[in-house]
Every structure is written in C-alpha cells, then in structure tokens.
C-alpha cells in the first residue's frame, strides 16, 4: 500500500512540475542567454515545453530583443520581426519613439500590417528625412491626398516611392493608373516596379490589361509573373484577363507562361484543360526553373501529369528530381518511396539538400530531425536559423525552442518569430 502511496506521489509532482510553467520565462524576459539555456534545457526535460509555453517564452524573448536593441542591431530587430508584427506590436509602438534608424522603420511595419492609425503619421509626409517622409507618404490612400501621392512616386528616394506605390494599391484610385504605368516601367528599384504592378491589378479594365500588356516584352521575369497573377484578379480577369493568361499561357516559354497556366487549371471546368496542357508542355521540356514550377503546380492526381513526373523522379537535374518527388509524395501511393529519396537528397552534400530537408519537415517525415539538429550545430547562421524553421515545420516545437538561446541575437529573434507565426495555427 504505501509503495502504491509513494508511486503515485512521484506521479502527482512530476505531473506538477509539468504544469507548474516553464523556469525560462524569466531569463528570456530580461535576455540573460547563459540562463535561458539552461531553463530550456531544464524544462525540455521536465516535459514544460508545450506549445502554449514555448510561445510565451517566444514572445517574451522577442519583446526584449526588440527593446534592447541598439543602434544598426536595433534596425536588424525590428526587420526580422516583420512576419510577426502582430504579437509584438506594444514593443514595435515603442521603437516608434525613438530617434534611431529603427524607429521609422517600426512605423513602416505597423502601417504595413495595418497596426496602427493612420492619421497619426500623415504630418510626416513632407519630413526631410526620407524614412520619416515613407512612413507619412504610406498614408496618403484617401482621394484628396491623390496628388501628393503621385508626386511621392517620383521622390528621389526608393523608400519613399515603395510607400507611396504602396498606398496607391490601398487607394484603388484610377487616376493613379497613367503614374503607376510609368513606375512599372522605369522605376530603377525593382520591388517598386513589381509593386506598382500589383497597385494596377486593382484597377480592372479594359484599358489596364492592355497597358499591362505591352509592359510584357520588355519586363523583368518579375515583373511579368506580377503581370499574370494581376490579370487573375477580379475586375481585370473579367476585362480581358483571362483572354491575355490564355495568350501567354499557349505561346509563353518562361515561368509567367507556366505560372499562367496554373491559375488557368484553378479558375474552373473552362480554362482547365489549357492549364493543364501548358503545365505539361513545360514539364516535358522547359528551362529547369520553368520545369520546376510546372511541377509544383500541376495536379499529381492526373494521369498524364503523374507519367511526366515520374519520368523526372530520377533525372540527373537535382532541382528537378526534387520537385518531381515532392509532388509524388502528395500522391499515397508514392508517399513512401519518394520520401527516401527526398531524404536521400537531404542527406547528400549537394546544394538541394537544404530544400530537401525544408521538404521533409513540411511534409512531415520525422526522420529528417537527426539532420536538423545537427545543422542546429552549425557555425552558419543562417543554417541554424533553417534548422528550428525544420522543427517547427515538424512540430517538435520544444527542441525548436532551444535555439530561442542560440548566441547570435539574430537567430533567436528570427525563431522567436518563426514560432509566434506557427502558434497561429495551434
């Protein structure tokens, strides 16, 4: 009887300790590394690691990376909490007063997430200093601001014209359309341009998709796959859209052409059979990274698809064979076999093997976390950081934790934001 006593009296504290909170919630708030590694070690084998603890000592790591910050490390924070903006917004609002780099850069964020009032910053729209004038110049979206949003699009500074391109997109104003034209074209900036181009899908009509059209000879890769998806958003699919992703989807030979043809196979019974033969053409013989997306986009359940990817699952192109055997892993008939050999390339020294290993975690093959932890090992910063976005992919959440006290300040707040994103799926 009193074995049974003392048996279950261990039960009851060990079942305590596990609920009594992970002991590295106080190092991660005040930042003591050495400390907080040894709390996560510590309550990894106390079993305190859950999900919903894990995350609270996420957030509270982010937060204080986030303030304590200084000077171009305080900049590199607040951009590496982009993704997460949302759980740390208290600690984002306080950068905001501050007369660093960072501070402007925060506002940045918040208006972009749309975190913040807008008419708090607009006073900042003629600063002298560009990043301040970004942050008011992004809020000029109402029509009386028209005029002094498209003047922005020709501010010297690229910051500034991604601001105002930006709140051009939100504006949906169609006298923006001929500035827009001209951003798309010639801003020197490329990420303006794609941006511009996205600000343009929101004006669907006739005229756009043509103007759109006549960007396409002479458009970056980039700038041309915006172009396709743009024209598969309502108002411009309905005003010749579609017309133009059937164009390109039959006589293109590049990834706006494959990418066509995927949003042809999904926009229904109509344009299907297109899609699907443009997904194929490009299979069978493209260019690799034409041959990839193709892959990535093609319904492995078709018949035909499923023969040319196959063919591909044993191609000397270690791009190729990747994205064949992913695909072939969605199919359940070909699940197990294609997982080795994504595992067979994970474990290889080839440059794929990164992508394979990212692979297995999303598809959810625990045999690559010996792989993982040991790139968790690596001088490389930015293999650790792929190492716990492994884990979390995998849902090991408590050994991804660990690397919430690796000793690069950049690695830790990137996987403290890592988690914060995944914790929205719990």
């Known amino acids: 009887?009193?074995?049974r006593h003392f048996l279950a009296s261990i039960a009851l504290a060990v079942s305590l300790a596990a609920c009594a909170g992970p002991s590295a919630l106080r190092p991660a708030r005040s930042g003591d590394v050495a400390a907080l590694r040894a709390a996560?070690?510590?309550?990894?084998?106390?079993g305190r690691l859950t999900r919903s603890a894990v995350g609270d000592i996420a957030e509270a790591l982010a937060s204080h990376e986030l303030q304590s910050a200084k000077g171009n490390d305080a900049l590199q924070r607040v951009q590496q909490v982009r993704s997460c903006a949302r759980h740390l917004q208290d600690g984002l609002v306080e950068r905001t007063k501050g007369t660093d780099l960072?501070?402007?850069?925060?506002?940045?964020?918040?208006e972009q997430s749309h975190l913040t009032d807008f008419d708090k910053w607009r006073a900042r729209s003629a600063d002298p200093d560009p990043m301040w004038r970004a942050v008011g110049v992004r809020t000029l979206t109402d029509p009386e601001s028209a005029n002094q949003r498209r003047a922005a699009m020709l501010d010297p500074d690229e910051n500034v014209r991604l601001a105002a391109v930006r709140a051009a997109e939100d504006a949906r104003d169609a006298g923006d359309g001929a500035q827009l034209i001209d951003v798309a074209r010639l801003d020197p900036n490329a990420l303006v341009r794609v941006t511009a181009v996205r600000a343009l899908g929101q004006l669907g009509s006739p005229e756009m998709v043509l103007r759109l059209k006549d960007m396409m000879t002479n458009g970056s890769d980039a700038v041309r796959q915006s172009i396709v998806v743009a024209w598969s958003w309502p108002g411009m699919l309905e005003a010749g859209g579609q017309r133009e992703l059937i164009l390109i989807a039959e006589t293109g030979k590049d990834e706006a052409a494959v990418l066509a043809g995927g949003i042809l196979l999904r926009l229904g019974a109509e344009t299907r059979g297109t899609g699907i033969s443009t997904l194929l053409k490009h299979i069978d013989g493209s260019a690799a990274r034409a041959r990839v997306l193709a892959i990535s986009l093609a319904p492995i359940d078709d018949p035909a698809v499923r023969q040319a990817v196959s063919k591909l699952s044993t191609t000397p192109d270690p791009e190729v064979k990747l994205a064949a055997l992913t695909s072939l892993a969605r199919d359940p008939?070909?699940?197990a076999k294609a997982l080795d050999g994504i595992g067979s390339l994970a474990a290889s020294s080839l440059p794929v093997a990164a992508k394979a290993k990212a692979t297995m975690a999303r598809l959810g093959d625990a045999r690559v976390t010996a792989l993982l932890l040991k790139d968790g090992e690596s001088k490389v910063a930015e293999?650790?950081?792929?190492?716990?976005?492994?884990?979390?992919e995998l849902g090991d959440i408590a050994r991804a934790a660990m690397f919430l006290a690796d000793a690069d300040a950049g690695v830790r707040t990137r996987t403290a934001c890592q988690i914060l994103v995944a914790s929205e799926r719990w």
Request: glycine share 4%; proline share 3%; hydrophobic share 55%.
């Open 333 to 335: 008939a070909e699940r």
């Open 383 to 392: 293999t650790r950081v792929d190492a716990a976005r492994g884990l979390i």
């Open 40 to 46: 996560l070690d510590a309550d990894l084998r106390a």
């Open 1 to 3: 009887m009193r074995t």
């Open 102 to 110: 960072a501070a402007p850069e925060a506002a940045l964020i918040l």
